[in-house]
């Protein structure tokens, strides 16, 4: 598929860029996506929830009443869980919450997170930016002339440009990433994919 690349003032220039129909075209994969955007959650969580068991509360030992003649039942200790201010009884414990993903299964979870924004026109090619000085003025512009604003964006940059990075990380709806960084997980959170020409080649090499 062809896709037209726009300059750094937003305005679409003669050029344009073919799109490989391996990744941008094929039939995307739901299973796949839903696998690869879990295992990246859940690889975020810290897993550092605790809460007190009744061997770490502190309180006393002794028993609380006599074990027969009360007409209730029985009680041995004020730790005990189902007492006002007892332990938890089987309370969350620190835990890991990784796993792994075939190497295949998320090429082809990325291929179809493409290929559903490319079906929904939410793809942009732009020739390769980067700004003399670290402005978000400058970088606001640029979003701007997209008609972007508002938007949740992703740049898919060919090469690390610290002047463009860090133009946009004041920017909240704004994420600036490399071909070989990005995740499944962020195409599909963003509202519009902006890929630098450059990026173009490094993505289709990566994912084939």
Same mark, same amino acid.
């Given at each position: %598929?062809?896709?037209?690349?726009?300059?750094?003032?937003?305005?679409?220039?003669?050029?344009?860029?073919?799109?490989s129909?391996? /990744?941008?075209? /094929?039939?995307?994969?739901?299973?796949?996506?839903?696998?690869?955007?879990k295992q990246?959650?859940?690889?975020?969580?810290? #897993?550092?929830h605790?809460?007190k068991?009744?061997?770490?509360?502190?309180?006393? *030992?002794?028993?609380?009443?006599?074990q !027969?003649?009360? @007409?209730?039942?029985?009680?041995?200790?004020?730790?005990s #869980?189902?007492?006002? @201010?007892?332990?938890?009884?089987f309370?969350?414990?620190?835990?890991?919450?990784?796993?792994?993903?075939?190497?295949?299964?998320?090429r082809?979870?990325? !291929?179809?997170?493409?290929?559903?924004?490319?079906?929904?026109?939410?793809?942009?090619? %732009?020739?390769?930016?980067?700004?003399?000085?670290a !402005?978000?003025?400058?970088?606001k *512009?640029?979003?701007?002339?997209?008609?972007?604003?508002?938007?949740?964006?992703?740049f898919?940059?060919?090469?690390?440009?610290?002047?463009?990075?860090?133009a946009?990380?004041?920017?909240?709806?704004?994420k600036?990433?490399?071909?070989?960084?990005f995740?499944?997980?962020?195409?599909?959170n963003? !509202?519009?994919?902006?890929l630098?020409e450059?990026?173009?080649?490094? /993505?289709?090499?990566?994912?084939?």
């Amino acid at each position: %598929m062809k896709a037209k690349i726009y300059d750094a003032t937003g305005t679409i220039t003669a050029k344009s860029v073919t799109l490989s129909d391996d /990744i941008f075209g /094929i039939e995307p994969n739901n299973h796949a996506i839903y696998l690869d955007v879990k295992q990246h959650l859940a690889n975020k969580r810290q #897993g550092t929830h605790k809460s007190k068991e009744r061997a770490e509360i502190a309180g006393s *030992t002794r028993k609380i009443k006599k074990q !027969k003649g009360t @007409g209730g039942a029985r009680a041995g200790s004020v730790k005990s #869980g189902t007492r006002v @201010g007892g332990g938890r009884i089987f309370g969350p414990r620190p835990r890991n919450y990784h796993f792994k993903l075939n190497i295949k299964l998320k090429r082809l979870a990325r !291929k179809s997170a493409f290929a559903f924004k490319a079906k929904n026109d939410a793809i942009l090619v %732009m020739q390769d930016i980067n700004f003399a000085e670290a !402005k978000t003025k400058d970088f606001k *512009t640029l979003i701007t002339s997209l008609k972007l604003d508002d938007q949740k964006v992703l740049f898919i940059l060919a090469e690390n440009t610290d002047n463009v990075y860090l133009a946009s990380r004041n920017l909240k709806k704004v994420k600036v990433v490399t071909a070989d960084s990005f995740n499944t997980y962020d195409l599909l959170n963003a !509202k519009k994919i902006i890929l630098a020409e450059g990026a173009v080649k490094k /993505i289709e090499m990566i994912l084939n």
